[in-house]
């Protein structure tokens, strides 16, 4: 049995099924997408990624888990192509570490650094009113963290490779 060692974790601003959540990485991903519910690791393909999906509440009511996903491949830009076919927008973790700072991918495939609220539930972190990360607001504008990230306030990235770091 292979052990993942890699998860990559975003929401959905619209409560999605599982199955047609997977059924759209899997056209995204161009390798098996296999529910949690139903993976058997001895009859798992040696490439097939593993998704749990559940719901919560929020703006980003639809929470996603990728378990061992393809090395050298973006989340972020597997986010964006997602929300792209999806039709909706989707929240990523940018590289602040801060709870309330995400990347916000939009059904055109933008990808921008915006801020949440987020609120702990008994089905995990709800998020909800997202707003961009832009020096037009002075909290952005005089953070550190805000200003240090790779996705610094105002950095909007239109519709990203795949292979993109």
Do not use: K
Request: proline share 9%; aromatic share 4%; hydrophobic share 40%.
């Amino acid at each position: 049995m292979r052990t993942p060692t890699v998860i990559w974790t975003w929401s959905v601003d619209a409560r999605i099924h599982p199955a047609r959540l997977c059924a759209v990485l899997e056209s995204v991903l161009a390798r098996p997408v296999v529910p949690l519910g139903v993976a058997d690791p001895a009859r798992l393909p040696a490439d097939a990624v593993i998704c749990d999906v559940w719901q919560t509440s929020g703006d980003f009511p639809t929470i996603v888990e990728c378990y061992g996903p393809p090395a050298g491949v973006s989340e972020a830009s597997v986010v964006a192509a997602l929300a792209r076919r999806l039709g909706h927008r989707c929240l990523v973790a940018d590289d602040t570490l801060n709870p309330g700072r995400h990347l916000l991918a939009t059904p055109d495939g933008t990808l921008r650094p915006a801020h949440v609220d987020v609120a702990d539930t008994d089905d995990g972190a709800a998020h909800s009113n997202a707003r961009p990360c832009t020096i037009a607001t002075q909290r952005c504008r005089e953070s550190e963290e805000c200003r240090q990230s790779r996705w610094e306030p105002d950095h909007v990235i239109a519709a990203p490779d795949l292979t993109a770091a």
